[in-house]
């Protein structure tokens, strides 16, 4: 593998997975822009119903920015896994060329059901829209030869690894890896099949939302997480295994009982009142104890690390992730709550810091991660030029993110009082809800807040492409220390 010159932008001595990594990486990042880009246009919507009527509407630049999110999320946590995959099996990537013809396939999917979205969305539903246009479910609006194409890049995907760990090295980290991408597979089918019945076609519709995207997901974060943790901090394997093996008790024995808080109202019996209120609390907690952990365990190196940008994120994540996901969740899921918040901006202030907190942060973690490698290990510790730019951006972007949460509580609040308390959930409540001023100037701050993240995005991609350059030092590896107390 040839050696790259220190502060120099080179990918000749990435291994092949990392090399794909960089490419899913780039693509998510372009899709990181669209969903900020297109939450703002749909936050100036809310204030300004009339700002693009008939050219761009609400709908539609929800619905992208919606999908935009899930789908940069998922591009960067298999581009994560591409990273770390050949390091942790000790070999190659096996069927690296198929991986690849899978990234272009999908990218180029991702590229035509946004176009489809933003200039095809007129017209009546039926069977041919929903295979070539919309399949109509909120949140999984692809059509339905792209969820077939999901599918097959995400069965490709779990070739990869698995083949790969069973040529190399089986470790902790890559049997949960295996186990929860059969998993992201198999949940994803839930949401392929319709019944005649609304309460079961929600029922399973939730499987996919829930337990695909919060379930699965969260174990590959942690999968992720793990080894990030020993790369950056030096924390020891069997501290991330441990609380990795935890993560997945939890999640698959609570999430799945968890599931239940989004069974309220759909026709469900009422056991699933307090099944779902209690077990949809407890899912954070092991990556959040993960985290703290390995800050405790990482004493023995002194805290020394030379990638300060991706320690900030991950730090970051474990509030995110504790906050968005556990607390902000827990605060309106139990039912006699639910019952005043469902639907309202409050279940999407949730949204917001859940989502953000728990998987945008690990990302860009990750991102820096292949910024530190791409400049040839480069020190980005203390010291390092331009420092500000990523301190800022870390601030920016979780400080628009925390106000646009406030913010969208605020409203939730207002709603949930007026619209649900007061008039009883009605039309009029609606209506009145929507116009009230407590309403109005929570969209207010809530855009304030976006364009806080705006600035901060644009910081963060100026850094991720100019952090390291003309850099000489090379990175300290924390392993170094553990060589070192090995040999006395």
Wanted: aromatic content about 16%; cysteine-free.
């Amino acid at each position: 593998m040839a050696a790259a010159a220190i502060g120099v932008l080179d990918t000749s001595h990435l291994n092949g997975g990392q090399k794909l990594a960089v490419k899913y990486y780039t693509v998510a990042i372009v899709l990181f822009v669209a969903q900020v880009l297109f939450g703002i246009l749909a936050g100036l919507q809310f204030l300004y119903p009339d700002f693009l009527y008939g050219v761009l509407d609400f709908n539609v630049n929800r619905m992208v920015h919606i999908n935009a999110m899930v789908v940069w999320m998922l591009m960067g946590f298999i581009g994560s896994v591409y990273w770390l995959l050949e390091d942790e099996a000790g070999t190659p990537v096996v069927g690296l060329k198929l991986g690849e013809i899978i990234f272009y396939v999908l990218t180029g999917a991702v590229a035509v059901v946004v176009l489809v979205y933003l200039f095809v969305q007129v017209g009546p539903g039926n069977d041919m829209t929903r295979w070539f246009i919309n399949e109509g479910r909120e949140y999984i609006e692809a059509p339905r030869w792209a969820d077939i194409g999901i599918v097959v890049a995400v069965l490709t995907f779990f070739f990869n690894v698995v083949a790969t760990v069973m040529k190399g090295r089986a470790t902790g980290i890559t049997g949960v890896l295996i186990a929860d991408l059969l998993a992201l597979f198999g949940l994803y089918l839930a949401g392929m099949f319709y019944t005649t019945n609304v309460s079961i076609d929600q029922y399973w519709w939730w499987w996919v939302i829930h337990l695909w995207v919060e379930a699965t997901w969260e174990v590959l974060v942690g999968v992720i997480m793990a080894w990030a943790l020993m790369t950056v901090l030096g924390t020891r394997r069997v501290v991330v295994q441990t609380w990795l093996y935890i993560e997945v008790a939890l999640m698959f024995g609570s999430g799945i009982l968890g599931l239940g808080h989004h069974y309220f109202w759909i026709g469900t019996p009422d056991y699933w009142f307090w099944i779902g209120g209690f077990f949809s609390a407890l899912e954070p907690i092991p990556l959040v104890a993960m985290v703290v952990h390995a800050v405790y365990d990482s004493g023995a190196h002194k805290m020394r690390n030379s990638n300060h940008p991706t320690l900030g994120w991950v730090i970051a994540h474990a509030f995110g992730n504790f906050f968005g996901a556990g607390v902000w969740g827990f605060m309106h899921t139990l039912p006699q709550v639910n019952l005043y918040t469902h639907g309202t901006q409050w279940t999407t202030s949730h949204g917001h810091l859940a989502f953000f907190g728990a998987y945008a942060t690990i990302n860009i973690a990750m991102f820096y991660v292949a910024a530190q490698k791409l400049r040839g290990n480069v020190w980005m510790g203390a010291g390092i030029a331009g420092a500000w730019r990523w301190k800022w951006a870390l601030f920016l972007l979780n400080a628009g993110m925390l106000t646009m949460t406030v913010a969208l509580l605020a409203s939730g609040y207002e709603q949930s009082f007026i619209e649900r308390a007061i008039e009883g959930a009605t039309w009029s409540g609606y209506f009145a809800g929507q116009s009230h001023p407590w309403f109005v100037q929570g969209m207010q701050w809530r855009m304030w807040g976006g364009w806080v993240m705006l600035l901060g995005l644009a910081l963060l991609l100026w850094d991720l492409f100019t952090i390291g350059a003309g850099e000489t030092r090379k990175a300290y590896s924390p392993s170094e220390d553990e060589a070192a107390r090995t040999a006395a």
